[in-house]
């Protein structure tokens, strides 16, 4: 059941990404957010069932693996209410 969740969040994260205008990269098989050459991962850990967002501010950044981590979501929020911070959060600081 908590892979389904993930696997949806991440979808529909996805998708915001795209809508809000950011471009879909995949490098060395994980899929990357550019946005006016800034770089954004958006990582499940299992470790502390969370989201984070992952910002890099170049792409020999990204190559190198060069992530700065910003923002942690938590599952337990809910997948509605996560992805409406994650909508407020890539609006407020990354746009």
């Known amino acids: 059941m908590q892979n389904k ?3 949806q969040i991440k979808f529909k994260a996805e998708k915001l990404f795209l809508d809000l205008g950011f471009k879909k990269l995949n490098i060395s098989s994980e899929n990357i957010y550019e946005y006016k050459n800034m770089y954004l991962k958006f990582t499940y850990l299992d470790a502390i069932n969370s989201f984070v967002i992952e910002c890099a501010i170049s792409i020999e950044g990204v190559y190198k693996n060069l992530y700065e981590d910003s923002d942690i979501l938590q599952v337990s929020l809910g997948e509605k209410e996560l ?3 994650l909508q407020q959060l890539l609006v407020s600081y990354y746009l």
């Open 83 to 85: 992805l409406c911070q």
């Open 5 to 7: 969740i993930i696997s």
